[in-house]
């Protein structure tokens, strides 16, 4: 079973503080994808990452690829309430099955105003 | 424009009745999967549907679910005999033909067993 470890499983944090979260596995993964859970609604995709070593911004989200392709960080500058939620990482192994995503438990973070 | 809708949001079923999900795809997605998020558990892929085929059902468990998604109306994830263990949020998501580059899921439909 190829396994995505996400960390810290939990992250209380004050309005206005940057954090990190990472996602990390021992198997390569075509592509990565992040959403974030809110309670009682389905994941919302954030960002999906292809390319060993990318770097993609969403506005004061801050997403890399490992070079290896087999971890992902998360960054958030500036965390405010609304950022609160449960983000989820999530890998597919390409070829014929990249439709078949393998999710990590999420970390839920919580902002505090 | 409305996303991936899923009905009933919540369902309250006792031991051994049978129960029905389903899921309506985004306009022009031909394509729906099916995944189960237990508690304290991350979500796992269950099933994959084409219009009337079943393209990848691995993850599905082998006795009591059935899932299908026909040519007209939702695709239906049914289980029947339902147990305590099958208490969870059960997503399904749609795409378009072609390469996964992120899903959009519905907001799912919480099944309580009781």
């Known amino acids: 079973t190829q396994l995505l470890e996400q960390s810290p499983q939990f992250l209380s944090i004050q309005e206005g503080e940057n954090l990190t979260v990472y996602c990390n596995s021992s198997s390569v993964f075509s592509s990565l994808q992040w959403y974030r859970q809110e309670p009682g609604e389905g994941p919302v995709l954030l960002v999906t990452?292809?390319?060993?070593?990318e770097v993609k911004k969403l506005k004061r989200l801050t997403f890399q690829f490992g070079d290896a392709r087999k971890d992902s960080s998360l960054h958030i500058t500036a965390a405010q309430p609304g950022d609160t939620g449960l983000y989820l990482c999530?890998?597919?192994?390409?070829?014929?099955?990249?439709?078949?995503?393998?999710f990590g438990k999420g970390t839920l973070l919580t902002v505090n105003p | 424009n409305a996303g991936v809708m899923q009905n009933p949001r919540h369902l309250v079923r006792r031991r051994g009745q049978e129960a029905r999900l389903r899921c309506s795809p985004m306009?022009?997605?031909?394509?729906v999967y099916w995944y189960r998020q237990l508690p304290e558990e991350g979500l796992k892929f269950m099933v994959y549907l084409q219009k009337e085929n079943i393209i990848d059902e691995s993850g599905m468990p082998k006795e009591r679910f059935s899932a299908e998604f026909p040519k007209e109306g939702p695709s239906i994830l049914r289980i029947q005999q339902v147990v305590r263990g099958d208490s969870a949020a059960y997503f399904c998501?749609?795409?378009?033909?072609?390469?996964?580059?992120?899903?959009?899921f519905g907001s799912g439909t919480r099944l309580t067993v009781v």
């Open positions: 306009k022009g997605h031909s394509h």
């Open positions: 990452v292809v390319t060993g070593g």
């Open positions: 998501a749609s795409s378009p033909p072609g390469v996964n580059y992120g899903y959009t």
């Open positions: 999530a890998g597919d192994h390409g070829g014929g099955s990249n439709y078949k995503l393998t």
